[in-house]
């Protein structure tokens, strides 16, 4: 089992920026990759971005393309979204996610564990 812990949500004018964070415990070396996947009310679960554990190759969904970064720490265990450039169309709800094998990178349903979430706001 893995256990995902997000931070960093919060409530920010159209324009700002957020760095979402989440930590990994438990059994972090069945990880093969990791991923952000958000949720606003009344939509459907969509791929954010996503990293495979060696850091070498990470994916974006167009919409978030040259505003998001992806990364991670190995020692902390610790993927991390760095958002820049926030329009109101990216509120929703954040959640991490891991799966231990390789497989579609923006398929939730290819994930295997995932986070609580954390709600990111964009205000006018």
């Known amino acids: 089992q893995v256990q995902l812990e997000e931070s960093g949500g919060g409530a920010v004018q159209a324009g700002g920026s957020l760095r979402l964070a989440c930590e990994a415990s438990g059994r972090t070396l069945t990880m093969y990759a990791m991923g952000w996947f958000r949720q606003a009310p009344g939509k459907e679960r969509e791929f954010v971005a996503a990293i495979d554990w060696s850091g070498l190759s990470t994916y974006y969904a167009e919409s978030v393309k040259g505003r998001f970064t992806i990364s991670r720490d190995h020692g902390k265990n610790t993927l991390y979204l760095q958002m820049n450039g926030l329009k109101r169309e990216d509120t929703a709800v954040y959640s991490c996610?891991?799966?231990?094998?390789?497989?579609?990178?923006?398929?939730?349903?290819?994930?295997?564990?995932w986070g609580q979430g954390t709600q990111v706001t964009v205000s006018s």
């Open positions: 996610a891991v799966r231990v094998r390789r497989s579609t990178y923006d398929d939730s349903g290819d994930y295997d564990y």
